[in-house]
C-alpha cells in the first residue's frame, strides 16, 4: 500500500513538561480555505475508493444493505387539535417525511418532503413542533449534515411555507408558546462571515420568536452563562401553562429553570443549580410537576413539586428501584396514570403508577427489547410509543391507558426471515472483575467460530439499548457475527456505571472492551483472527485507544468521526463541552490521564497493527475531521505493519444525523466489506 505523501512539521508544545509533538497541526485547517489540506483529502479518497470498491462481496454487502433498509418506518405520532403528525422513511428515501393524518384512523398526507430539497439528498428534516392547535409546524433545516438549523414555519392546512426564518439554530428544540403566537428555540451569536465551520459554542442561550416577525426582534429568554460551555434547551408542559430551560455541562446532568406562562410577565424560578444529576420532567397535573431524577438515586427516581406552594420543595413520589434504571426517555405522564420505563440487564420494563405513586400494573411488550418516543398527555387515555430490538424493527404501539392494552400502530416488515436470527444476552467478567453485559447477535445456522463485529460506545451516559440496525443484521445475513457491548461510561445501570468510565476512569471503559474480544475469542464464538471493531464519535476514541493498547487482538478496525487527539479536542466547535466527560487537556492531572490513551499520542511503533478504515466527513462541525485526519496521517507514517490504513471522507455529511441513506448503504458497504476481508468472511446471499 503506497499512502500519499504527507507534510511534517517541527511544530510541538511543552506542557506541564512534556514535550507534546504536533508534525500534522496543519491538517486541522479549513479545507475550503486550505487548497493544501483539500489535496490532501483528494489522494487520500484516491487510494482508499479503487481499493474499497475492489474489495471481493463489497457489491454482495451493498445489495444486502440495500434490502435491509427498504422498509417503512413510522414514529410514534403526536397528537395536536385533532391532527396527528409523525415522521415516515420509505427505506430507500434519502430522508424521511413529515406527516398528517387528520383523526387516528383519517388519511395520511405528507406536509413535509426534505427528499424534495436537494439533488443529493443531504439536506434533512431536523427537530420539529406543531402548536397545540395543530394549525402550524416549526421545523429546523439540517443542510449538508452540518449542526447549524434554520428554522421555518408551514401551515398545516395548506402547506404554505411562512415568511419567518430563523438562523444560527444549534443544539436546539423547538417549543411552542400555548397561545400559538410563536415558539422558543436555542442559538449562537451569529459567527464571523466564513467563519462557521469552526465557531465556538460560547453564547448559547433561549430565544422567543413571534410568528410574523422579523429574528432581530426575538425575545431573549435565558442568557448564556459567561465563561462556561453550556447547551440550554426548551420544554414547554403538555398542558402549554410551563416552560422548562434545561442547561446542560455535558455531565450526564442539568440545571433546570420553569417560567408559569400563565402570567403576563412570568418571572423564571430556578428549581435545581447544580449540573451534576440527571433531570427529566415526565408531565404535569396542574401546578404540579413530577421529574425523573438520579440525584440521590443513581438508578433513578420519580419526584415531584407542587409550584403554587409557598416554599416549593421536591418530595419523593416513586422511590428507586435497586434491581432496575429508570429511563427517563422512555417515560411520561400519560392520562391519570404515569408510565415507566425500567431497563433490567439492559432490558425494557414497563410499568404504570397512579398519579400518588401507587403501582397500577405492567404493560405487556411483544418482546425482550427495549422502549422509547413515548407519545401522549395528561387527560387522555390514548398514547403512542416505539418497541424495537435487535431482531425487531422499530413497530409503533397504541397504549389504552386504561385497559393497559397495546396494539401494533405501525409495524414494518423486513426482507428477510427474522425467526432465523438469534439474540443471545451474555455477560463477561472485565479486568478488574466488574460484570458486563454483552449481546451476540447471530444466524441460528452459524454455531461455531465466525468473524464477529463488536460494537460499544462507552460514553456521555448514553445506554447502548437494543434496537434494530439494517448494518448490523446485513453483516449477520452474510454469516457474521455482531456483539455489542455494554460497557461503562455509559448509563445501562445508572449514574454510578457512567461515572466509573468518565474522566480519571476512562481506562476502565477500554478495559471493559478489550475484555468483550477476549471473551468472544475464548467462547469459541469469533476466531482468534476474526474479530473487527467499530465506534462512532465517542465509539471512534474507543477503537482508537484499544488498537493502540491491544493491536494483537483485532483484525480490523473502523473508528468512526471518532475524538481521537484528546490534547486539543477542547479547542475545535463543541469540544470545550466535553471536558467534564473527558477532563481539560490544560489541567495537569487531566493532562496526563489524556496522553495516557490519546490515539493520536499513544501508537505502538513496534506493534503490528490490523487493517484500519477511518470515516468522517468534510462537513462535521461536532467532532471536526482534523481528528480523523491527523490520525490516519500517524499511522500512515508509523512502521506498524502491511495491512492497510485507509481514510476514507464523506462530501456533504457531518456527524451522522441528515445523512442520506444512499451515503449510509454506500458507506456501510464499503466498512462491512473491508471488514469481512480481514476477517475472513465470506460474503454469500442466501437462497
Known amino acids: 500500500m503506497t499512502y500519499p505523501?504527507?507534510?511534517?512539521t517541527d511544530t510541538a508544545e511543552v506542557q506541564f513538561g512534556v514535550t507534546v509533538a504536533d508534525p500534522f497541526r496543519w491538517l486541522e485547517n479549513d479545507p475550503r480555505k486550505d487548497p493544501e489540506v483539500a489535496q490532501w483529502i483528494e489522494k487520500q479518497n484516491a487510494v482508499?475508493?479503487?481499493?474499497?470498491?475492489?474489495?471481493?462481496?463489497?457489491?454482495?454487502?451493498?445489495?444486502?444493505?440495500?434490502?435491509?433498509?427498504?422498509?417503512?418506518?413510522?414514529?410514534?405520532?403526536?397528537?395536536?387539535?385533532?391532527?396527528?403528525?409523525?415522521?415516515?422513511?420509505?427505506?430507500?428515501?434519502?430522508?424521511?417525511?413529515?406527516?398528517?393524518?387528520?383523526?387516528?384512523?383519517?388519511?395520511?398526507?405528507?406536509?413535509?418532503?426534505?427528499?424534495?430539497?436537494?439533488?443529493?439528498?443531504?439536506?434533512?428534516?431536523?427537530?420539529?413542533?406543531?402548536?397545540?392547535?395543530?394549525?402550524?409546524?416549526?421545523?429546523?433545516?439540517?443542510?449538508?449534515?452540518?449542526?447549524?438549523?434554520?428554522?421555518?414555519?408551514?401551515n398545516s392546512a395548506t402547506g404554505e411555507i411562512l415568511a419567518d426564518r430563523v438562523e444560527w439554530a444549534r443544539f436546539t428544540a423547538i417549543a411552542w408558546h400555548p397561545d400559538g403566537s410563536g415558539f422558543y428555540y436555542s442559538r449562537f451569536p451569529e459567527p464571523?462571515?466564513?467563519?462557521?465551520?469552526?465557531?465556538?459554542?460560547?453564547?448559547?442561550?433561549?430565544?422567543?420568536?413571534?410568528?410574523?416577525?422579523?429574528?432581530?426582534?426575538?425575545?431573549?429568554?435565558?442568557?448564556?452563562?459567561p465563561g462556561r460551555a453550556l447547551l440550554h434547551t426548551v420544554d414547554v408542559t403538555p398542558d402549554g401553562r410551563y416552560l422548562l430551560v434545561y442547561t446542560s455541562a455535558l455531565?450526564?446532568?442539568?440545571?433546570?429553570t420553569v417560567t408559569d406562562l400563565a402570567f403576563a410577565d412570568p418571572a423564571p424560578r430556578t428549581l435545581v443549580e447544580s449540573h451534576d444529576d440527571m433531570w427529566v420532567l415526565l408531565g404535569n397535573s396542574g401546578t404540579e410537576l413530577l421529574f425523573s431524577t438520579q440525584k440521590d438515586a443513581p438508578r433513578g427516581?420519580?419526584?415531584?413539586?407542587?409550584?403554587?406552594?409557598?416554599?416549593?420543595?421536591?418530595?419523593?413520589?416513586?422511590?428507586?428501584?435497586?434491581?432496575?434504571?429508570?429511563?427517563?426517555?422512555?417515560?411520561?405522564?400519560?392520562?391519570?396514570?404515569?408510565?415507566?420505563?425500567?431497563?433490567?440487564?439492559?432490558?425494557?420494563?414497563?410499568?404504570?403508577?397512579?398519579?400518588?405513586?401507587?403501582?397500577?400494573?405492567?404493560?405487556p411488550l411483544p418482546g425482550p427489547g427495549s422502549t422509547g418516543i413515548v407519545r401522549g398527555k395528561p387527560g387522555g387515555n390514548e398514547a403512542f410509543f416505539a418497541f424495537t430490538s435487535y431482531d425487531a424493527p422499530l413497530t409503533v404501539l397504541r397504549l389504552d391507558v386504561d385497559a393497559k392494552r397495546t396494539t401494533?400502530?405501525?409495524?414494518?416488515?423486513?426482507?428477510?426471515?427474522?425467526?432465523?436470527?438469534?439474540?443471545?444476552?451474555?455477560?463477561?467478567?472485565?479486568?478488574?472483575?466488574?460484570?458486563?453485559?454483552?449481546?451476540?447477535?447471530?444466524?441460528?445456522?452459524?454455531?461455531?467460530?465466525?468473524?464477529?463485529?463488536?460494537?460499544?460506545?462507552?460514553?456521555?451516559?448514553?445506554?447502548?439499548?437494543?434496537?434494530?440496525?439494517?448494518?448490523?443484521?446485513?453483516?449477520?445475513e452474510m454469516g457474521g457475527v455482531y456483539a455489542l457491548a455494554n460497557i461503562r461510561g455509559g448509563g445501562e445501570y445508572g449514574q454510578a456505571w457512567h461515572h466509573a468510565g468518565r474522566r480519571d476512569n476512562k481506562q476502565n471503559v477500554f478495559d471493559d472492551f478489550i475484555a468483550a474480544g477476549e471473551y468472544l475469542i475464548d467462547q469459541g464464538i469469533t476466531p482468534a483472527d476474526g474479530l473487527a471493531i467499530h465506534g462512532e464519535s465517542n465509539g471512534g476514541l474507543l477503537v482508537g485507544a484499544v488498537v493502540n493498547q491491544r493491536p494483537d487482538l483485532f483484525a480490523a478496525a473502523l473508528p468512526g468521526v471518532g475524538v481521537?487527539?484528546?490534547?486539543?479536542?477542547?479547542?475545535?466547535?463543541?469540544?470545550?463541552?466535553?471536558?467534564?466527560?473527558?477532563?481539560?487537556?490544560?489541567?495537569?492531572?487531566?493532562?496526563?490521564?489524556?496522553?495516557?490513551?490519546?490515539?493520536?499520542?499513544?501508537?505502538?511503533?513496534?506493534?503490528?497493527?490490523?487493517?484500519?478504515?477511518?470515516?468522517?466527513?468534510?462537513?462535521?462541525?461536532?467532532?471536526v475531521p482534523a481528528h480523523s485526519f491527523k490520525y490516519t496521517a500517524a499511522l500512515q507514517a508509523a512502521d506498524i505493519g502491511d495491512r492497510p490504513h485507509l481514510l476514507r471522507v464523506e462530501t456533504r455529511a457531518g456527524h451522522g444525523a441528515g445523512k442520506p441513506t444512499h451515503m449510509v448503504i454506500d458507506e456501510f458497504s464499503d466498512m462491512w466489506a473491508f471488514a469481512a476481508y480481514w476477517t475472513g468472511l465470506t460474503p454469500a446471499e442466501r437462497d
Open 5 to 8: 505523501d504527507t507534510r511534517q
Open 48 to 154: 482508499s475508493e479503487p481499493y474499497l470498491a475492489g474489495l471481493p462481496g463489497r457489491d454482495v454487502f451493498h445489495r444486502q444493505l440495500t434490502a435491509m433498509f427498504d422498509h417503512e418506518t413510522l414514529t410514534p405520532p403526536i397528537e395536536r387539535g385533532g391532527l396527528y403528525f409523525f415522521t415516515r422513511s420509505g427505506g430507500l428515501d434519502n430522508q424521511a417525511q413529515l406527516m398528517l393524518r387528520e383523526g387516528n384512523d383519517g388519511a395520511d398526507r405528507v406536509l413535509i418532503d426534505p427528499n424534495s430539497w436537494s439533488g443529493d439528498g443531504t439536506v434533512a428534516l431536523a427537530e420539529w413542533a406543531a402548536s397545540a392547535d395543530g394549525a402550524f409546524v416549526a421545523f429546523a433545516i439540517q443542510d449538508g449534515g452540518s449542526d447549524w438549523r434554520t428554522i421555518q414555519v408551514i
Open 192 to 225: 464571523e462571515a466564513g467563519t462557521d465551520f469552526n465557531a465556538s459554542i460560547e453564547g448559547h442561550a433561549v430565544y422567543f420568536h413571534r410568528i410574523g416577525t422579523p429574528q432581530s426582534d426575538d425575545r431573549l429568554v435565558h442568557a448564556p452563562t
Open 251 to 256: 455531565t450526564g446532568g442539568v440545571a433546570v
Open 301 to 363: 427516581r420519580v419526584v415531584k413539586i407542587d409550584l403554587a406552594e409557598a416554599q416549593p420543595a421536591f418530595s419523593e413520589l416513586i422511590p428507586e428501584r435497586p434491581d432496575a434504571v429508570l429511563r427517563a426517555g422512555g417515560s411520561a405522564v400519560l392520562g391519570d396514570r404515569i408510565l415507566l420505563s425500567y431497563t433490567v440487564d439492559v432490558q425494557s420494563q414497563v410499568e404504570l403508577y397512579r398519579l400518588d405513586g401507587t403501582l397500577d400494573g405492567t404493560v
Open 408 to 476: 401494533v400502530w405501525a409495524e414494518p416488515k423486513i426482507a428477510i426471515d427474522l425467526d432465523t436470527v438469534v439474540v443471545e444476552p451474555q455477560f463477561y467478567t472485565s479486568k478488574d472483575g466488574t460484570r458486563v453485559p454483552l449481546f451476540v447477535v447471530r444466524r441460528e445456522d452459524i454455531d461455531g467460530p465466525a468473524p464477529t463485529m463488536l460494537n460499544a460506545y462507552g460514553g456521555f451516559g448514553i445506554s447502548m439499548i437494543p434496537h434494530f440496525s439494517p448494518a448490523a443484521m446485513a453483516w449477520v
Open 564 to 623: 481521537l487527539d484528546m490534547l486539543r479536542f477542547d479547542r475545535f466547535t463543541s469540544g470545550a463541552t466535553w471536558v467534564e466527560e473527558f477532563g481539560s487537556p490544560a489541567v495537569e492531572d487531566d493532562f496526563h490521564t489524556l496522553r495516557s490513551y490519546s490515539p493520536l499520542h499513544t501508537i505502538d511503533a513496534d506493534a503490528r497493527y490490523p487493517a484500519i478504515l477511518v470515516t468522517t466527513a468534510d462537513t462535521d462541525n461536532r467532532v
